[in-house]
């Protein structure tokens, strides 16, 4: 097991020294990012800053649920946080609205590009990651065996091998593939997968470049899923975290999740462990096979009433000490390229050889200081489609006109 240094705390500058005083500090974490994992870095953050203690607090399985928590907290001006944890589209946004302290003495080229581009607003350091990210396709190595199945590149490929094994199984409760279709932050990455696989752009300088042709290109793509039985009928209600559970419940073959996804469905409780295999996400025909860049990042609150303490421990929780330790013990992919050469890494999680290329390639959703509604826009939209309520024709419209307005 990787354990954490307390020569490297102190090396980071992170000790108990005559800037700090007594705290207790109070840190936001989502609880799908293993609060139980990051309370063991929190100990050893503890004995090496006497005086200073630690609370966890925990909430939201959804981007969504996370900002609007946050948001409500910030809007009130409310010193209760110190430290939270951000989605990778959110350092600009809360910096804007003046809700996180800027980072000084930070050295940024340590970061893969992505991550030190993300935290860096205005030329100030806004906030530091706490892990990186990239949508994976994850897949049942028992069934692709036994049914002689290759993993696919392509969806089309995807289709086929999940009718063959759908087909072969005869199981009512297998089901070929989980996405997310609800409207939630991971079905803007939905739609996206299939629109870069076709080399496009969605906003390009601030300014709308929608493609229409790959943009319903895309929403026929998943709304086929769901009427052709490679997907549930009712994708439209699965977020995030039900795809993870289906997948870990061994209720399906295929499913498009992020990292984090990966410790719990080889853990104990999963009935699929030792059966799980992850490969680069599959390409439309013709296109290149494209993933969705994610991560989260750490803020401290402008309204914390212990803005040195909190900085000194953001500052550890984003060193590559932590990185390897959230690596090993809670399969989280490092925002530092180093950590996945490390070897106790790799013997920990053998596919992060290959994931550093995934993450590197990922590619950053639109970038525009009202993303928050250019994502409301994509969600819904495609969530709607995907319910039946509209087509891929009508979506894309709807699209094409409510993103006209937001982005003039």
Not at 51 to 61: A, F, R, Y
Not at 92 to 107: C, K, M, S
Not at 219 to 246: C, H, Y
Request: with cysteine; aromatic share 8%.
């Amino acid at each position: 097991m990787k354990h954490l240094s307390l020569a490297a705390l102190a090396a980071m500058g992170a000790l108990a020294s005559p800037a700090l005083a007594d705290a207790d500090l109070r840190i936001f974490i989502s609880s799908q990012h293993q609060p139980d994992v990051w309370r063991q870095v929190l100990d050893r953050f503890e004995q090496a800053t006497p005086g200073v203690s630690v609370e966890i607090e925990t909430g939201g399985n959804t981007s969504e649920a996370q900002a609007q928590y946050l948001n409500t907290l910030m809007s009130a001006q409310d010193p209760s946080l110190d430290v939270m944890i951000l989605d990778v589209v959110r350092p600009a946004q809360f910096a804007a609205a003046g809700w996180t302290l800027p980072i000084e003495d930070v050295d940024m080229a340590q970061y893969l590009p992505a991550y030190a581009e993300a935290n860096t607003v205005n030329g100030k350091v806004v906030a530091l990651p706490a892990f990186a990210d990239a949508m994976f396709l994850y897949y049942r190595t028992d069934l692709l065996e036994k049914h002689g199945v290759a993993v696919p590149t392509t969806w089309d490929e995807l289709r086929e091998a999940a009718k063959t094994i759908l087909a072969a199984e005869g199981d009512d409760s297998l089901q070929g593939l989980s996405f997310q279709g609800k409207p939630i932050e991971g079905t803007v990455c939905t739609f996206l997968l299939p629109y870069w696989s076709l080399g496009e752009n969605l906003v390009e300088d601030g300014a709308l470049t929608l493609d229409e042709p790959a943009a319903i290109a895309s929403m026929q793509l998943w709304k086929s899923f769901a009427e052709d039985g490679t997907s549930k009928p009712n994708i439209s209600e699965v977020a995030t975290d039900d795809t993870r559970k289906e997948f870990q419940a061994g209720d399906a073959v295929f499913a498009v999740n992020w990292s984090y996804a990966w410790a719990q469905a080889q853990s104990d409780e999963s009935a699929v462990k030792g059966n799980v295999g992850v490969a680069r996400l599959p390409a439309m025909e013709g296109g290149q096979q494209a993933s969705c860049l994610g991560g989260w990042e750490w803020g401290v609150s402008a309204y914390s009433e212990h803005p040195a303490e909190a900085t000194a421990l953001v500052k550890y929780l984003s060193s590559p000490d932590v990185a390897e330790f959230m690596a090993v013990n809670g399969a989280l992919l490092p925002a530092f390229p180093q950590v996945y050469e490390d070897a106790e890494v790799l013997a920990a999680a053998p596919w992060f050889a290959d994931a550093k290329q995934v993450v590197e390639t990922a590619r950053a959703r639109p970038v525009t200081p009202r993303y928050a509604e250019v994502s409301e826009v994509i969600r819904t939209t495609l969530n709607a489609v995907l319910a039946g309520v509209s087509t891929p024709e009508e979506g894309v419209a709807a699209i094409q006109s409510r993103l006209a307005r937001v982005l003039r």
